[in-house]
């Protein structure tokens, strides 16, 4: 765990103003390195105690686990790894947070997660509401349709998960789409704070009604460019959904690509 002297400042300043401090342990989408650990108890058991030492040493109130791009035929001894950490986590006072993927996606992005399972072990579920069309498909980074039907199937009967566990996380950024010389769709993420210098003057602005944005249209040395808008006011509709489904809460990925002003709406909006 990268922590530093600088992260020993940051949790000790949170500490003192209140908030709560958890980490987050990626798995850099390493996807055989993870299989061999998900694989293996012993490196399982090493993990954990890795974890739990670090969530002592520095006096950590819980932990994020962010594993992202697994096989999917690793699923339930991902489930596995989640059940044996959650009590030695719960024996110290430690939270535990889950990233996952929308449901109904392909089998090493979507389907290599046991929600349903998941929701039963760790205390809280943090759904990533974003990359919907990821880098290889034209569309809208986080549509509201999409993220509304998304947590539609996390409450209800596909997942089963308590609303009360579930945190929506939402995108601080947005994606330019276009086709490549092969005829490839591709699409490159940039910061919102940088959305009005990334769009052209003379770009066409037309409105998607499923995903509630406005699509800007332009052409540059030949090629055709599309930006689904993410900004203040389309992440504001999509707060909406933690008092409409009785959310735990919201996320964002990630501080440092956000307007500063978003702040203000975001407290407005959730009341904290």
């Known amino acids: 765990m990268n922590v530093g002297q600088s992260g020993k400042n940051y949790i000790e300043w949170a500490h003192n103003q209140g908030y709560q401090v958890w980490p987050s342990i990626s798995n850099s989408s390493q996807i055989d390195t993870t299989s061999e650990i998900m694989n293996d108890y012993k490196l399982r058991q090493d993990l954990i105690n890795s974890i739990v030492s670090y969530v002592v040493q520095y006096d950590l109130d819980g932990i994020n686990i962010d594993f992202e791009y697994m096989y999917d035929k690793d699923k339930n001894l991902f489930s596995r790894f989640l059940i044996e950490l959650a009590p030695r986590l719960k024996e110290i006072g430690a939270v535990l947070s889950v990233d996952v993927t929308a449901p109904d996606g392909s089998p090493n992005w979507s389907t290599c997660y046991d929600r349903h399972t998941i929701g039963k072990i760790a205390d809280y579920v943090v759904f990533m509401g974003y990359d919907q069309n990821g880098s290889t498909k034209e569309g809208p980074n986080a549509g509201y349709e999409w993220v509304e039907v998304s947590l539609q199937k996390f409450v209800g009967k596909q997942e089963e998960i308590e609303p009360n566990k579930i945190i ?58 599309k930006i689904w808008i993410e900004d203040e006011s389309t992440i504001k509709d999509k707060l909406s959904f933690v008092s409409q489904y009785n959310l735990a809460g919201a996320a964002y990925w990630q501080k440092g690509m956000e307007p500063e002003s978003i702040w203000n709406m975001i407290s407005e909006e959730l009341g904290v």
């Open 168 to 225: 929506l996380a939402l995108p601080f950024y947005a994606r330019r789409c276009y086709t490549d010389s092969n005829g490839n769709p591709k699409g490159t993420a940039f910061s919102m704070k940088v959305l009005e210098n990334e769009i052209p003057s003379n770009a066409e602005k037309t409105w998607d009604e499923v995903a509630r944005q406005y699509v800007a249209t332009y052409t540059k040395n030949g090629t055709k460019y």
